[in-house]
């Protein structure tokens, strides 16, 4: 379950920020995390509760930007829905793609008190 590490990648950003903004505690937390950034959410949503505890994530709101998968095909321009890195253009079947959106794992952004 890499998700623990990822929560602990965030809790690591967010202390840095709110240090940096002269802070005590982030009230809110945006993430972006796309389908295809290889998280799942049901399982970071199991682990964030144990994994803030005592930081300054503890009492944050966690909210979440989900991107669904988008392709543009390189072959006929098509743009599709993507689930996998391997999925082909529904139009023309091609494999040659490149992904616009879907891979995003990012903190997006944090309000601090």
């Known amino acids: 379950m890499h998700e623990l590490s990822i929560a602990m990648g965030i809790i690591k950003i967010a202390e840095s920020e709110t240090k940096k903004a002269n802070k ?3 009230e809110v937390i945006e993430l972006e995390i796309g389908s295809m950034s ?3 959410l049901e399982s970071l949503h199991y682990v964030w509760k144990t994994a803030v505890k005592n930081t300054v994530l503890e009492n944050a709101i966690l909210k979440i930007d989900y991107k669904e998968g988008r392709a543009k095909c390189l072959e006929c321009d098509t743009e599709y829905k ?3 890195a391997y999925d082909n253009c529904p139009k023309c079947k091609s494999h040659f793609k490149a992904i616009l959106q879907g891979k995003e794992l990012r903190v997006k952004t944090l309000e601090v008190i």
């Open 38 to 40: 290889g998280v799942e």
């Open 82 to 84: 993507v689930n996998k």
């Open 24 to 26: 005590r505690a982030v």
